[in-house]
């Protein structure tokens, strides 16, 4: 049965560094993987999607790598900023293109001015 | 583009009242729909999903169920609501690889 975990919780940083969010899933067999960012309140917001045969995915600020043989997943925020502040959360999906998404429990991200 | 509507976006419900939530989906034909709960502390859960009319598939036993009436709608129900049921619900939709989100449905059950 595939977990995700998401380390750390929970990360305050200051305005204008880089940071790096974890993923890790335990069954390498993922069909892609779904970075989103949640406000609170709100719905999920997709940010990026790697598929499986890709290493990488860039939208703007946001990197987001994928090493399947070590079962991780990483999101790279550069150049930080206030409205950064959120909750992220990692997806992955297994079971071929049919199967459903396994979430893990989010970074809880606060970069202060 | 698509949009995905969820309401109400707030309720407050008393234990042993019935409930109905609904998502609808504009702008994408024979999508795949999902429901699921965010409890406070806990991760995201999915409770149902569809991939077509009439077609739904529970993924925990629960006092919750779903309809999918149209093509683009999705409805939770209750019959008889439980005070663990509290949670906020989201909708969510899926054609190919990206799956996205409505605004949720914040439920409290007195």
């Known amino acids: 049965k595939q977990e995700v975990t998401q380390i750390p919780a929970a990360l305050s940083v200051p305005e204008g560094e880089n940071l790096v969010l974890n993923c890790s899933f335990t069954d390498s067999a993922i069909y892609n993987l779904q970075w989103f960012r949640q406000d609170p309140g709100k719905g999920l917001t997709s940010l990026l999607l790697i598929q499986s045969s890709q290493r990488e995915q860039t939208s703007g600020r946001l990197n987001a790598s994928l090493d399947k043989s070590s079962g991780r997943s990483t999101l790279y925020i550069a150049a930080s900023q206030p409205g950064d502040s959120a909750t992220y959360l990692c997806a992955a999906r297994g079971g071929g293109s049919q199967g459903n998404l396994i979430f893990g429990k989010g970074t809880k991200l606060s970069v202060k001015p | 583009s698509q949009t995905i509507h969820q309401w109400p976006a707030t309720l407050v419900q008393p234990v042993g009242s019935p409930l109905s939530l609904e998502c609808t989906v504009e702008g994408t034909s024979n999508p795949n729909l999902y429901w699921y709960r965010q409890a406070a502390g806990r991760g995201l859960q999915l409770l149902f999903y569809?991939?077509?009319?009439?077609?739904i598939s529970s993924e925990v036993p629960q006092n919750l169920s779903a309809s999918r009436p149209q093509d683009r709608q999705f409805i939770l129900s209750s019959k008889k609501l439980l005070l663990s049921d509290s949670g906020f619900y989201l909708c969510a939709w899926r054609l190919h690889y990206e799956q996205y989100f409505g605004p949720g449905t914040r439920l409290t059950v007195t």
């Open positions: 569809s991939v077509g009319i009439g077609q």
